[in-house]
């Protein structure tokens, strides 16, 4: 009889592994009592177990508890550990489908010791896997990471390809939530062979659902659908009517954002049907949500409503913040286009408050902004709706409370960052993770040398050099994982409190003066606006829409960056630039007319502060005509008005407050310059003592081909010489090189100049950066790049940081944290203000510029911002450099006073 219990429970165990339910709990039923007669308490916790495990897969969660914790009494009775730890986890899942999170966790808790004391690393990985889940599920992704990776990693070591496929899925559902479609994308083409190879049939469909998922998020419709249509036939083989009903919506939502609507209604309803026949709660309050977009796009708002309402109470019960964030956000949308936004302003703010809960949790910045930036819209929608009730009720406050909105979604982690850039985090964390960081920064440079060997030898395959490209991308992110754990575990970050946007009355108490406007923008999909704050008012202004703006700012930055262009003439370009057929004169009259002319009377002789965004960012608002100025009679802005940028009005005031806790350094002025890039420079050529050959010189990478910037020689010498030798610290040749700039002693300058070239990697804005000398004094290559990441790590409490480099001032656009360049790195590093470029300079006018620029500042006392605008008005009333090309790309960031 024991032997036949054990092999009808194992017959059974076939039928369940190919999901006939029914057989395989035929089979069980059997098995049971058998085990019963011959007292095989241990066998009948098993068999117990796997009847548990049917009704878990069929749906009924009541009957899968009952049969489990029967299991687990039995376990417990006759000491079988791994027994306990099995039936926990399984626990530990029916309660985590309940929607009871904690539950799970309570469970998963408590069978993690016991895998881990029977040495069951499958066992052990496993539950890593759905502890992680749970911490995914309740939004918090950082949390889920770290678990996931722990599982991936124990899966990798026993060779469990099941286990490691399903971590892999999950990953890839962690950087797809937080807006990292390439990541996420990466994880799942590394699962979905595996779960090929294993014959895994429902983690295959579950995983060419997921991909289908990015590309539609990705905007590539035809994509999705072709993944998705692999996924379905794969679930109804399996009889996975879970996965079935989520692919079924995921072909609704194509549909649906390709306007078939009666299409889309068409999915979403089979979904519901199949969700609610599993009784899923997570994919009924999906389709709910999703049938009422239907029902509201085809102006059925009553019926949409109905089906949002219905959808909120189980999102809530599952305790998903985030599809919680978007039936509110789905709401407060329907009621605005019914006039009730007062109703929609609670359900917007609510969904904010969620949005502004998430983010906390994750303390990979990379990931926090990611994530922060698929939620713009959002907040967007907010700022649009508190503006239309300002217009409604024009006393009652609504254009303060919009500007405040503005300032929650600009900048944010930029924010978080200088708060903990001021705090020491590293204390108190273990001291292995401090190692790991070291190790890593370590690699990165030692890649980083590597491959500029490669590049520089002109002898290399493009397999080379992406097997390179990857190895640096990967140590990147495993450095950002690093130093989230180190957040993660830190004391001091953890007794952090969150930096909040300034209010209106704290914009104007805290970041203006008597002589200055802040003028900030934000761009819309419908409309844009501004608002212009002074210490005492604010006014706003509705613009046209984002387009419109963005198309005649790049058209402007087309004719800037033309040498011989003069702002009075009327130069006309053509079709061929790629921005259509326009004149100059027409160009400028539209910008005036959209961001000046509203407010022309009230900036008259002021400091304006701008907050800009989107294309925004980078048009110098210097180089704009005075108001009332035009055509021939043309003066720019520059004449009569100090212009700087600040990311957000929230962020200087962080940067004004950390500062007044610092002491000033004791000395004046530190100059890198003048770099040797290039192998035939003949400093080098000396150091060989003879020329290399053209014929053998290699073709260099352009991406890591350099000219000399002979004239930064001369800049760093007129600069140094306004200073007394005794306060300066020069580095030019060879020895403006990395070791010396990450090294201590600039700390103790006011200010730092570079004058080098920049380097722009809109792809890893972390691998954006400056370039020093690329060459030691015997010749030898050594990795010359000072990279985002690296300025993060200096230490340079300087009042002031120029960058005298080529388009140090850009980087990657990010919702919601606008252009992460340089400037943010050195603010990172200590410094309240930036002076950087936003095109390719000229050499020679832009040591004119910083010989006036440093003269007033050293000379006269002026502050920069006023230094700079003397600087350029000089440049620009000097015929050989009138044109903007020449004067209008340095802007300065931050702090004015």
């Not at 904010?352 to 967007?380: D, G, H, M, P, V």
């Not at 300034?502 to 844009?528: F, H, M, N």
């Not at 720019?636 to 500062?659: D, F, G, K, M, Q």
Request: charged share 20%.
């Amino acid at each position: 009889k024991a032997g036949q219990a054990v092999t009808l429970n194992n017959i059974g165990g076939v039928y369940d592994a190919l999901g006939d339910k029914q057989q395989a709990l035929s089979y069980y039923n059997q098995s049971l009592p058998l085990r019963r007669q011959v007292g095989d308490k241990t066998g009948e916790a098993i068999t117990l177990n796997n009847i548990g495990g049917i009704y878990d897969a069929l749906g009924d969660k009541q009957q899968a508890l009952a049969f489990y914790n029967q299991s687990l009494v039995l376990s417990r009775q006759v000491g079988d550990k791994a027994g306990q730890a099995v039936t926990l986890n399984n626990i530990g899942r029916v309660y985590d489908s309940l929607a009871d999170k904690q539950q799970a966790l309570k469970y998963y808790n408590q069978s993690l010791p016991l895998r881990r004391q029977v040495g069951d690393k499958t066992g052990e990985a496993a539950t890593l896997n759905n502890i992680g889940s749970v911490y995914d599920g309740l939004g918090d992704k950082q949390q889920a990471l770290a678990f996931y990776n722990q599982s991936l990693t124990l899966s990798k070591q026993v060779g469990d390809k099941v286990g490691e496929a399903t971590t892999l899925n999950n990953i890839g559902g962690v950087y797809n939530a937080l807006g990292d479609k390439q990541q996420a994308l990466k994880y799942y083409n590394q699962c979905l062979p595996l779960r090929q190879q294993i014959g895994d049939k429902t983690g295959e469909a579950v995983t060419l659902n997921n991909i289908g998922r990015v590309y539609d998020s990705l905007g590539d419709k035809q994509q999705a659908l072709k993944y998705y249509n692999q996924s379905m036939p794969l679930r109804r083989q399996v009889g996975d009517k879970t996965g079935e009903a989520v692919t079924l919506n995921n072909i609704g939502r194509v549909y649906d954002s390709l306007g078939d609507k009666q299409q889309a209604l068409k999915y979403y309803n089979q979904s519901l049907s199949l969700s609610q026949q599993v009784r899923d709660k997570a994919g009924v309050a999906t389709s709910l949500n999703n049938i009422g977009g239907v029902y509201s796009a085809l102006g059925q708002k009553q019926q949409a409503l109905v089906y949002y309402n219905q959808s909120l109470p189980l999102r809530r019960q599952m305790r998903d913040q985030a599809g919680e964030a978007i039936t509110l956000y789905n709401i407060a949308y329907l009621e605005r286009d019914q006039g009730n936004l007062k109703q929609s302003l609670i359900q917007i703010e609510a969904a904010i408050k969620l949005i502004e809960n998430l983010r906390t949790k994750i303390t990979n910045e990379q990931l926090r902004t990611s994530y922060f930036a698929s939620q713009q819209t959002i907040y967007q929608f907010c700022n649009d709706l508190l503006m239309q009730l300002h217009k409604q009720y024009p006393n009652q406050g609504y254009d303060g409370l919009a500007l405040q909105t503005s300032e929650k979604y600009r900048s944010r982690s930029l924010l978080e960052l200088l708060t903990e850039a001021n705090a020491d985090i590293r204390q108190g964390v273990e001291p292995k993770l401090l190692e790991a960081e070291q190790k890593l920064q370590q690699r990165l440079d030692a890649t980083e040398k590597r491959r500029l060997e490669l590049y520089t030898s002109g002898q290399y395959t493009p397999a080379q050099a992406q097997v390179l490209e990857n190895e640096l991308a990967a140590l990147l992110k495993d450095y950002q994982d690093v130093q989230a754990q180190i957040r993660l575990t830190s004391p001091k970050y953890a007794a952090l409190t969150q930096p909040q946007p300034l209010s209106l009355k704290e914009i104007q108490q805290q970041v203006l003066d008597d002589d200055t406007l802040l003028l900030e923008y934000a761009l819309g999909e419908e409309r844009s606006y501004l608002w212009m704050v002074s210490k005492t008012s604010i006014s706003s202004y509705e613009l046209p829409k984002r387009a419109d703006i963005e198309k005649v700012v790049k058209q402007f930055n087309y004719l800037l960056k033309i040498r011989y262009y003069r702002l009075s003439a009327n130069t006309k370009i053509d079709a061929s630039s790629g921005l259509g057929t326009f004149s100059s004169y027409e160009v400028l009259e539209k910008l005036n007319q959209t961001l000046l002319k509203p407010i022309a009377e009230k900036i008259k002789n002021k400091r304006l502060v701008i907050v800009g965004d989107g294309a925004l960012q980078y048009l110098p608002f210097s180089a704009l005509p005075q108001p009332g100025t035009s055509g021939k009679n043309f003066k720019p802005l520059l004449e009569t008005n100090e212009i700087l940028y600040v990311p957000s009005a929230s962020t200087l005031a962080v940067i004004r407050r950390e500062h007044k806790e610092r002491k000033i350094p004791p000395k004046a002025l530190a100059v890198i310059a003048d770099a040797v890039f290039s192998n035939d420079d003949d400093r080098l050529t000396r150091i060989i003592h003879q020329p290399i050959p053209k014929q053998i010189i290699p073709q260099i990478n352009p991406n890591f081909s350099f000219e000399r910037l002979s004239f930064t020689r001369q800049e760093a010498e007129n600069i140094l010489a306004l200073v007394p030798k005794s306060q300066t610290l020069q580095a030019l040749d060879f020895a403006a090189n990395r070791a010396f700039v990450t090294s201590s002693q600039l700390s103790e300058y006011r200010i730092i100049h570079f004058a080098t070239h920049g380097i722009l990697d809109t792809e890893n804005p972390a691998l954006s950066g400056v370039v020093l000398s690329l060459f030691d004094q015997q010749g030898r290559l050594q990795n010359g790049f000072l990279r985002l990441q690296d300025i993060f790590n200096l230490k340079l409490p300087a009042e002031l940081i120029v960058l005298s480099a080529c388009e140090t001032g850009l980087s990657k656009e990010i919702k919601g944290e606008g252009l992460v360049g340089l400037a943010r790195g050195f603010m990172y590093a200590g410094s309240p203000r930036v002076l950087v470029s936003l095109w390719n300079v000229d050499d020679e006018a832009t040591s004119k510029l910083m010989r006036t620029f440093y003269t007033k500042i050293l000379k006269q006392g002026m502050t920069p911002a006023a230094a700079l605008r003397e600087a350029r008005v000089e440049l620009w009333r000097d015929e050989n450099y009138s044109s903007p090309y020449y004067w209008a790309g340095f802007t300065l960031q931050g702090e004015w006073k």
